[in-house]
T-cell receptor, first 113, second 115 residues
Framework: GNSVTQMEGPVTLSEEAFLTINCTYTATGYPSLFWYVQYPGEGLQLLLKATKADDKGSNKGFEATYRKETTSFHLEKGSVQVSDSAVYFCALRGKDSNYQLIWGAGTKLIIKP | ETGVTQSPTHLIKTRGQQVTLRCSSQSGHNTVSWYQQALGQGPQFIFQYYREEENGRGNFPPRFSGLQFPNYSSELNVNALELDDSALYLC??????????????FGEGSRLTVL
């Protein structure tokens, strides 16, 4: 079945550091891929998405590229800020998904000033 | 624009009891899905409602049931509560399935503790 694996947290970085959060997936066909973010005290919200191979999703300085050959969708940001501290979830929706999203376990990101 | 609201935010039940959680969808959305999120885990899909009917279900037993009302709000009912049902229950609203490319709008969740 479909599954998502993302790196365990917490990930602790200093402000202005480069961020990578790894995400790999298992799915038949070509799923759509997503990064959601959960800020403290708030609901999950979509950060970015990509719907086909080699697409790059981007938002708020974050980027992720849909890599079919490595079944990956790693999240990157060139210079993180304290306000980026949150829990980040990688998710996929398969073509035969029954509409559901399949989620990774989440990676907590802590940015220190 | 009104966001997704859920109630109650926290509740405590004992094993064997029943619980009802409520969700109001974001304005303009007619589809509601429910997810269970255990501590330290990603959300698990329970089911989705569209036009007042369940049109997708995850791997949850029948004691998890739901309703959607004409105003698109929704309820999640869990009967015969078990200790493992302790989790954060998330409601998400979205556009109709044929229009939705995967963007869900979540409430802050209802945290259920079963003792």
């Amino acid at each position: 079945g479909n599954s998502v694996t993302q790196m365990e947290g917490p990930v602790t970085l200093s402000e202005e550091a480069f961020l990578t959060i790894n995400c790999t997936y298992t799915a038949t066909g070509y799923p759509s891929l997503f990064w959601y973010v959960q800020y403290p005290g708030e609901g999950l919200q979509l950060l970015l998405k990509a719907t086909k191979a080699d697409d790059k999703g981007s938002n708020k300085g974050f980027e992720a590229t849909y890599r079919k050959e490595t079944t990956s969708f790693h999240l990157e940001k060139g210079s993180v800020q304290v306000s980026d501290s949150a829990v980040y979830f990688c998710a996929l929706r398969g073509k035969d998904s029954n509409y559901q999203l399949i989620w990774g376990a989440g990676t907590k990101l802590i940015i220190k000033p | 624009e009104t966001g997704v609201t859920q109630s109650p935010t926290h509740l405590i039940k004992t094993r064997g009891q029943q619980v009802t959680l409520r969700c109001s969808s974001q304005s303009g959305h007619n589809t509601v899905s429910w997810y269970q999120q255990a501590l330290g885990q990603g959300p698990q899909f329970i089911f989705q409602y569209y036009r007042e009917e369940e049109n997708g279900r995850g791997n949850f037993p029948p004691r998890f049931s739901g309703l959607q009302f004409p105003n698109y709000s929704s309820e999640l009912n869990v009967n015969a509560l078990e200790l493992d049902d302790s989790a954060l229950y998330l409601c998400a609203s979205s556009l109709a399935p044929s229009e939705n490319t995967g963007e869900l709008f979540f409430g802050e969740g209802s945290r259920l503790t079963v003792l």
